[in-house]
C-alpha cells in the first residue's frame, strides 16, 4: 500500500475536523467484505481481539494484523480493508469516522498543530496508508470524551469537541513519535520486532505464531516479509540463531551438554542433537571434546 496518512493539501489551508460517524461495537464470530471509507478512520480495539486485513494489489503485497485491548488502527480514506472476529472475539470496538473541512473555528487548524508541534507535523506526514499503535489508555480516555461530547452536542463539532480532537491528534502523535514510526517503513519495523522477540525468547518453546502475535501479524503475512526481508524463514533464523547460542555455551561455560537443550529452547536432547548435528557438521559432544585441539573460525565453526 502506498500513499500517505492525512492527505497533503490539509496541512496547506486552515482546515478543521469533521466527524462522520462513531459508534461502539461488539463483534463475534463475523467475517466483513472489503470494503472503503472517504473518511480517516479509527478502529480502537476496547476488549478481546480481531484481525484487520487489507487488500493487496498485484504491486502491492497485502497485509493482515491481529489487534487485542488497547490496540487501534488509523487507516486513510479508500483503503480496502475487511474485520475479522474469530476465537479471538469476541470484540468490542470503538470506531470513528472523520475528515478535515473549510470552517470558521476558533480552535487552531491541523496546519497550525503541525506548525506548533513537530509530533503532529511528522503524523500528518506518515509515509503509509494505515498506520498500528498500541496504546497505555490515555488515547481511549480522549476517543470516548469526544464521542460523549459529540452525543451530548448532536454530532456537531463544537469548542469543546475542537480541544478534545486536538488532544487526541496530539496523544496518537507522541504514541506514533515513541514508537520510532516516524518515516520508517512499517515492513522494517514488523521485520526488526520479530527478531528482537526470537533474541529474547529463544530460550522458551516459541513457534511462528508466537512470534507473528508478538508483532500483531498474520503468521503466513509475516513469513513471506520475513523471507523477502531476511532471506531467510522465521524457523530457519530461530533454529540458526538457537545453534549458534549452543556453540557458545559449549565454548565458553560448563554447562552439561545435557543441559544446553534446555538452555536455547529445544525441549527434547534427542531433537536438539540431531539440529546441532545437522547444522554444524558433528554432535555437541564431538564439538566441545574438539575445541582443545582444533581451531574454530569466526563462527565459532571447527576448522579441519
Known sequence: MSGTLF???WTVGDLHPHVFAYYFKQWSNYSMTFHTHDSIEIMYVISGGCAIEFEGSAAVIGCEMTLKK????ILDANVPHRLTVDERGPCRMLNVEF???????????????????????QLVTEPSSYLFLRDPSEVYQVLKSLVLELDRKGNSINMK??????????????????????????????VKQAIEYMHHNYDRDIQVKDIAASVNLHPGYLHRIFRAQIGSTLTGYLTALRMDKAMMLLRETEIAIADICDYVGVGSRQYFHAMFKKYTGMTPIAYRNALDTQ?????????E
Open 70 to 73: 488497547g490496540d487501534f488502527v
Open 161 to 190: 469537541a475542537e480541544l478534545l480532537f486536538a488532544q487526541l491528534l496530539l496523544a496518537i502523535a507522541r504514541l506514533h513519535n515513541e514508537a520510532g514510526s516516524e518515516g520508517a517503513n512499517p515492513i522494517d519495523r514488523y
Open 99 to 121: 475528515d478535515f473541512r473549510e470552517r470558521d473555528a476558533a480552535f487552531p487548524s491541523v496546519r497550525q498543530l503541525a506548525l506548533e508541534d513537530e509530533m503532529v507535523a
Open 295 to 303: 581451531i574454530l573460525d569466526v563462527r565459532g565453526q571447527i576448522i
Open 7 to 9: 492527505k497533503k493539501e
